[in-house]
C-alpha cells in the first residue's frame, strides 16, 4: 500500500544533503515579485544561471517600476545566458507594466489572475501562490508530475492533470512543500533517465511505471 506521509516523510530527511531549488531560496528572502521574476528566468534554465541572473537583475531593480525603467538591450545582458532571454526580457516588461497599470505594482495572489499575465503558466503561478503568499495550491512541474506517476499515485498524461489529480488526492497539508520536495528529489535522485532506484529511500513503495533502465 502506498502510504504518502511515510514517503514525503523520507523524501524530506534525504533532501537534506541536497540543494533546494534556486526559487524556493529566493522565496524566504525575497518579495513575491521576486518570486515571479525568477519563475520566469527559470523556464528551460538551470538552476545556477538562474540564481546569478535573479541576482544581478534584482541589483538593479527590485519592484516593477524600477524594472520598467531598464531598456531592453540592458534587460537582456542582465538575465543572459537563462533560456530564451531575449523572450524573457520583453515578457518582464510587459508583465511589468501590466501590475503597475492594474494592480498598483503588486503581484496578485490569485492563480486565475496571475494566469492573465503574459508568459505565466499554471506551474509558475501556483508557485507564486504557494511560496510567494503562502497560500493553498499545488505546483507541478515536470518532477512533479514524473514522480508521482513513477510511483502509481496517479496515472496522468501531463502536468496539468497531475496538478488537478493531486488536488483530488494530496492531503493539503503537502500542499506547500510538494513542489520543493520533489523536484530536489527529481534533481537528484529520481532522475528523468536511468533512475537511481538502488540508493532511493521510497523504492519499495514505487511501481517503477514507465521505468526501463535504472541504476
Known amino acids: 500500500m ?19 531549488p534556486i526559487v524556493t531560496t529566493i522565496s524566504r528572502k525575497r518579495t513575491p515579485f521576486h518570486v515571479l521574476i525568477s519563475c520566469l528566468l527559470s523556464l528551460r534554465t538551470k538552476d545556477q544561471t538562474t540564481s546569478e541572473a535573479s541576482r544581478r537583475l534584482f541589483a538593479v531593480a527590485d519592484n516593477p517600476k524600477e524594472m520598467m525603467k531598464i531598456p531592453i538591450p540592458k ?5 543572459y545566458p537563462v533560456g530564451f532571454y531575449r523572450t524573457k526580457a520583453r515578457k518582464i516588461k510587459e508583465i511589468c507594466k501590466i501590475l503597475i497599470g492594474e494592480y ?13 499575465l503574459n508568459g505565466v503558466g499554471r506551474k509558475t503561478a501556483n508557485l507564486v501562490v504557494t511560496l510567494g503568499y503562502k497560500k493553498p495550491g499545488i505546483c507541478v512541474d515536470t518532477h512533479v508530475h514524473r514522480i508521482t506517476n513513477r510511483w502509481g499515485y496517479v ?10 489529480a493531486l488536488r483530488e488526492k494530496l492531503p493539503k497539508k503537502y500542499w506547500l512543500t510538494i513542489n520543493d520536495l520533489l523536484v530536489t528529489y527529481g534533481q537528484n535522485i529520481c532522475v528523468p533517465l536511468s533512475p537511481k532506484c538502488s540508493i532511493c529511500r521510497v523504492g519499495m513503495y514505487c511501481k517503477k511505471a514507465g521505468v526501463t533502465r535504472h541504476r
Open 2 to 20: 502506498f502510504d504518502i506521509d511515510i514517503v514525503l516523510k523520507s523524501i524530506r530527511h534525504e533532501n537534506k544533503r541536497f540543494i533546494e
Open 155 to 164: 496515472k496522468t498524461k501531463n502536468p496539468h492533470e497531475t496538478e488537478f
Open 75 to 79: 534587460l537582456e545582458k542582465l538575465i
Open 104 to 116: 498598483h505594482s503588486s503581484v496578485p495572489d490569485e492563480i486565475e489572475e496571475l494566469l492573465k
